[in-house]
């Protein structure tokens, strides 16, 4: 079902507001509540394991970030959301994932919340992804149908929207 700002071409706000500070949002709201409403928290080795493997979750979500960003480039088109795209990428992680840089971002988000000891950003995580799941990635998906017809219909059948 596409909304009428995906049919009229206009990207509804919460596009135009793009996905990362949906998720800076979330993440500030889970560190004033850490802070409000701490959660125990674990201790010597155990938070070092988790604060090591956030930061390794964190990096490898940014370099995949990367790879996305510069397929874009290449190719030639926006990467925002409420943007016009030129041209789609069907290279790299987009054999895989129609949506990589959401993957690269939900995994920096939890990296992030490992490596800075935040908790509650796992419990608000869900909020983010309803905002992905149910108007970002469905305004970007009907934009891509309008533009390139068959040609994305046919990508959507090989590649998952996810993983």
Do not use: K
């Amino acid at each position: 079902m596409e909304r009428a700002g995906a049919r009229r071409g206009t990207a509804p706000l919460l596009v135009r507001l793009t996905s990362p500070l949906h998720f800076m949002a979330a993440f500030g709201a889970a560190a004033l509540l850490q802070r409000v409403l701490s959660l125990p928290l674990p201790r010597d080795l155990p938070l070092l394991v988790m604060q090591w493997a956030g930061s390794l979750l964190a990096t490898a979500a940014l370099g995949l970030a990367v790879v996305c960003f510069v397929l874009f480039g290449l190719r030639r088109t926006t990467i925002l959301p409420g943007g016009q795209p030129s041209g789609l990428v069907l290279r790299g992680p987009y054999r895989f994932s129609r949506n990589p840089m959401y993957v690269a971002l939900v995994l920096s988000y939890v990296g992030l919340a490992g490596y800075l000891v935040v908790p509650w950003a796992l419990a608000l995580l869900p909020l983010p992804l309803l905002a992905l799941q149910r108007v970002l990635i469905p305004f970007e998906e009907a934009r891509l149908r309008r533009e390139f017809g068959a040609a994305y219909l046919q990508y959507c059948a090989r590649v998952r929207r996810w993983l």
